[in-house]
């Protein structure tokens, strides 16, 4: 069954850094998202993605982060100079035509010190 | 205000059935979803409604009513598996959504 993957699966950084996370999507899916799930807390919308652009994007996703579909399979999430508080678990989803149903990746556990 | 709310813990007995509420204040409403979550996991997609009425999957199925901004998720003959935390999640405009803090669910022998 197509999944949805994500790399790497820990990234440790320090303050100021910028890191970069990647996803591959379901590869006929042509939605794609970004959350983030702080420990004990609940899953955050970062950002939607369709067509090569930013389809809706959360009052967290600020100038810090950007999203990129550098090419047809990966999605990138970037945070240019990271923060303490950006440590969490990084989730990507995508869906198909439908929208109605997001496959998560397994996530990305981003620790900043 | 955007706001959805669900208990925070429920505990049920193996083979039982449960009932998770959600209440929901949203600007707009596109659909409203359920995820199952176990600890360290990522979410898995469950169920979704965008019309009122009772949408059923096997052992779980789910209600909304868009009028009083409410909607449940039914677990029928509950497994010790089934123990997760199950979220509820609004769409309030395509391609942004919402999630409740999620309610842990504990299935006792």
């Known amino acids: 069954e197509p999944e949805v993957t994500q790399t790497p699966s820990h990234q440790v950084t320090q303050m100021g850094q910028e890191v970069i996370l990647r996803c591959v999507p379901i590869?006929?899916?042509?939605?794609f998202y970004w959350y983030r799930q702080i420990l004990g807390q609940k899953v955050e919308f970062l950002v939607s993605?369709?067509?090569?652009?930013?389809?809706?994007k959360s009052e967290i996703f600020d100038d810090q982060f950007s999203v990129e579909r550098p090419d047809g399979s990966n999605f990138t999430l970037k945070i240019r100079s990271t923060k303490l508080e950006d440590s969490a678990m990084y989730f990507c989803?995508?869906?198909?035509?439908?929208?109605?149903?997001?496959?998560f990746g397994p996530g990305t556990r981003l620790l900043v010190l | 205000g955007q706001n959805i709310d669900q208990p925070t813990e429920m505990t049920a007995t193996e083979g039982a059935i449960v009932q998770i509420n959600c209440t929901y204040q949203?600007?707009?409403?596109?659909?409203l979803f359920w995820y199952q979550q176990h600890a360290g996991e990522a979410p898995t997609f469950l169920s979704y409604?965008?019309?009122?009425g009772l949408e059923e999957k096997g052992r779980f199925s789910s209600f909304l009513s868009r009028s009083k901004g409410y909607s449940y998720l039914l677990l029928k003959e509950l497994q010790m598996k089934d123990s997760a935390s199950y979220l509820c999640?609004?769409?309030?405009?395509?391609?942004?959504?919402?999630f409740g803090a999620g309610t842990q669910v504990v299935v006792t022998p």
């Open positions: 949203t600007s707009g409403f596109n659909g």
């Open positions: 590869s006929n899916h042509l939605y």
């Open positions: 999640a609004v769409s309030h405009s395509w391609g942004k959504f919402q």
């Open positions: 409604n965008v019309l009122d």
């Open positions: 989803a995508s869906s198909d035509q439908g929208r109605e149903t997001q496959y």
């Open positions: 993605f369709y067509n090569n652009e930013i389809s809706e």
